[in-house]
């Protein structure tokens, strides 16, 4: 069964640090361009970063400087290092997976061919 999975999420006091592991199983995760996404308690699912099969990096202005994705194809995994968390970075995170040819997108709304189950932060004092 192909499948992502998400982990490393926790509760983490503002200004901590927390690592999210997107992992792969079943299919080869260096054809996919990643994307990692947030959803808040009401509020609609936004992208953070993005990955793209040739290591092109997005990411949203709200991390830019505290947040980094990297891939590591031979773990078949793509991890989000997020420091100087704040509380406003509350949310369940996901990662999904395209496999597009080229470049990388931070819209949850666009097609992609996998889906995690989410993994949840929480930054709080």
């Known amino acids: 069964q192909s499948q992502l999975v998400e982990s490393g999420g926790g509760l983490v006091q503002p200004g901590g640090s927390l690592r999210l592991s997107c992992a792969a199983s079943g299919f080869a995760l260096d054809s996919y361009a990643i994307g990692w996404f947030r959803q808040a308690p009401r509020r609609e699912r936004e992208g953070v970063a993005c990955?793209?099969?040739?290591?092109?990096?997005s990411y949203a202005d709200s991390v830019k400087g505290r947040f980094t994705i990297t891939r590591d194809n031979a773990k078949n995994t793509v991890y989000l290092q997020m420091n100087s968390l704040k509380p406003e970075d509350t949310g369940v995170y996901f990662c999904a997976a395209a496999n597009w040819e080229s470049g990388c997108s931070r819209d949850p709304y666009n097609e992609y061919n996998y889906w995690g189950q989410g993994t949840q932060v929480t930054v709080s004092s």
């Open positions: 990955i793209s099969r040739r290591q092109i990096i």
